[in-house]
């Protein structure tokens, strides 16, 4: 908490790649890596317009089991080897323990989903490593639910923690989940932890993902995590809720003109 440690924290990554309150950060990639093509593609468009950080995952967490579940540590072995040939870090979602080791060297930054908020085994385990790890926010947790998450990590050795809001499930049904916006200045207020939004999760419609990634913005966040693709019509998950390259463009504007002002 900000009473143990006044500073905040800041990840980082590598090559002058980090995350803190110092920069907005923001990560885009697609929901689920799909091909050597698709890679290629999205790593094109991320280093034309100077991101450094790609999400994509290959383990996918899916409420039924016949839809698209990720290619696994084939599709991470593909997705590292064109990110580290382009300067891009890799973050991508470990569903359990046993995974955490064979994906290690080809992630920069492991992800729990939310889904797995309070998997404490998995939990326990990303604390043993010496690698980041972003939380997500629980389906339905609360704010002191994520934090005490981040303890689990923190308390068994790893301070290299990044906390996500993405979204909670209410009794609203017309869009996916209720971006919680108060849940970052608040996690602000308590956590030394960078906060990171996720607006695609968050709303869960594409045509309202770049109000939401502004607000966030506006409401204190370090950085947003946006799935983008070139088809999103097209995408193997989420794509009602990614932006295609032109629109992810705009959003990258309008961030730097909204950044001059806060
Ligand atoms: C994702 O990032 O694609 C994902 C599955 O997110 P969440 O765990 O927030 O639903
Ligand atoms: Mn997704």
């Known amino acids: 908490s900000r009473k143990w440690k006044v500073n905040p924290t800041e990840i980082e990554l590598g090559d002058n790649v980090t995350i803190s309150e110092k920069d907005f950060t923001i990560i885009a990639g697609p929901c689920s890596i799909e091909s050597e093509e698709q890679i290629h593609k999205i790593v094109q468009h991320l280093v034309k317009n100077n991101i450094k950080i790609m999400r994509g995952g290959v383990y996918k967490p899916r409420s039924s089991p016949y839809a698209f579940r990720g290619l696994g540590l084939e599709g991470l072995k593909l997705f590292h080897s064109i990110c580290k040939s382009n300067g891009i870090k890799i973050i991508t979602e470990v569903m359990q323990v046993s995974q955490i080791d064979e994906m290690a060297e080809y992630v920069d930054i492991f992800q729990v989903g939310a889904r797995n908020a309070q998997n404490f085994n998995l939990l326990d385990a990303l604390g043993r490593i010496d690698k980041p790890v972003m939380l997500k926010r629980g389906i339905s947790g609360t704010i002191d639910e994520l934090l005490q998450s981040a303890e689990y990590v923190f308390s068994a050795g790893n301070e290299k923690i990044i906390l996500c809001e993405r979204g909670i499930r209410t009794f609203e049904n017309s869009y996916r989940n209720t971006f919680d916006i108060n849940a ?79």
Do not use: C, W
Request: neutral net charge.
């Open 184 to 262: 970052i200045p608040i996690l602000k207020e308590k956590s030394h932890l960078p906060v990171i939004a996720d607006p695609s999760h968050g709303i869960g419609l594409r045509n309202h993902v770049p109000k939401i990634a502004l607000a966030a913005m506006a409401a204190g966040a370090d950085g947003i995590i946006t799935e983008i693709h070139y088809e999103p019509e097209k995408a193997f998950s989420d794509g009602q809720q990614t932006l295609n390259f032109e629109e992810f463009e705009k959003l990258l504007k309008q961030i730097k003109s909204i950044k001059k002002v806060l």
